[in-house]
T-cell receptor, first 115, second 112 residues
Framework: DAGITQSPRHKVTETGTPVTLRCHQT?????MYWYRQDPGHGLRLIHY???????DKGEVSDGYSVSRSKTEDFLLTLESATSSQTSVYFC??????????????FGPGTRLTVL | GESVGLHLPTLSVQEGDNSIINCAYS??????FIWYKQESGKGPQFIID?????DKRQGQRVTVLLNKTVKHLSLQIAATQPGDSAVYFC???????????FGKGTKLTVNP
């Protein structure tokens, strides 16, 4: 998985509780992404980061926040989890230098269940 | 809005046959495309990519063809093996964008 780890790999939580998912990379890539994957929807971008402390919203960012204090770590926080946020969450990284395009490599995923 | 799509949601082939998985895109500004393979319970795995200045690119047992005239992308897998069973989806990148747009995927089943 291209030097990408995600933690936890599985989590069950209750509605209204805060949840933080972590993505850690050892590739020193500049770009990091958080996606959710749901049946019938494919991969949808939640937030992404283009550098330390530089982040932007994706298409499904409501209810989520992110932080990136170090190049290697990108955190996704659900401030108050809802059942609609039950999903599989994937982190991806990309370098996007002048020699490469937007090749994104994915982590193993986190399965989150909100009861 | 414009998005990447797929012609077939499922494809079943015999072991040893060649497989062709198709993808249609509608954004003429897209200049980079990727095929991913996703096995059950795992993250998407990068297979092969192609830039819009190319029509064909080959990898190990895989070939990607790009037809910009009809906005069509295909992934060909030669001598398909049981280990190729997975969901395959394409992704497009519009020039200069940090974002990829993903199709919903085609499930490939390889029968022994």
């Amino acid at each position: 998985d291209a030097g990408i780890t995600q933690s936890p790999r599985h989590k069950v939580t209750e509605t209204g509780t805060p949840v933080t998912l972590r993505c850690h990379q050892t590739e020193n890539h500049r770009y990091m992404y958080w996606y959710r994957q749901d049946p019938g929807h494919g991969l949808r971008l939640i937030h992404y980061s283009y550098g330390v402390k530089d982040t932007d919203k994706g298409e499904v960012s409501d209810g989520y926040s992110v932080s990136r204090s170090k190049t290697e770590d990108f955190l996704l926080t659900l401030e108050s989890a809802t059942s609609s946020q039950t999903s599989v969450y994937f982190c991806a990284i990309s370098e996007r230098s002048s020699r490469t395009y937007n090749e994104q490599f994915f982590g193993p995923g986190t399965r989150l269940t909100v009861l | 809005g414009e998005s990447v799509g797929l012609h077939l949601p499922t494809l079943s082939v015999q072991e040893g046959d060649n497989s062709i998985i198709n993808c249609a895109y509608s954004n003429s500004a897209s200049d980079y495309f990727i095929w991913y393979k996703q096995e059950s319970g795992k993250g998407p795995q990068f297979i092969i990519d192609i830039r819009s200045n190319m029509d064909k690119r080959q990898g190990q047992r895989v070939t990607v063809l790009l037809n910009k005239t009809v906005k069509h992308l295909s992934l060909q897998i030669a001598a398909t093996q049981p280990g190729d069973s997975a969901v395959y989806f394409c992704a497009e990148n519009q020039g200069g964008s940090e974002k990829l747009v993903f199709g919903k995927g085609t499930k490939l089943t390889v029968n022994p």
